[in-house]
């Protein structure tokens, strides 16, 4: 069995916050630390690399 790397992990936790926000739509760091059950630090860095690639802009 493989492990994941740890750009395959961030890439599956950032999946998973983005499919949680397009369902519930904005959401606090610590009801994504609740619903994933990922740490503070790792939903901190969840958190800026959405904020860099622009997730935090809208819809249009």
Do not use: H, W
């Not at 069995?1 to 760091?29: C, S």
């Not at 630390?33 to 809208?58: N, W």
Request: hydrophobic share 45%.
């Amino acid at each position: 069995m493989k492990t994941a790397t740890p750009a395959m992990a961030r890439a599956i936790n950032d999946r998973l916050a983005l499919d949680l926000l397009l369902e519930q739509g904005p959401l606090t760091a610590p009801q994504l630390r609740e619903l994933t059950g990922l740490s503070r630090p790792t939903v901190a860095d969840l958190i800026e690399r959405l904020r860099a690639a622009g997730a935090d802009r809208g819809g249009g």
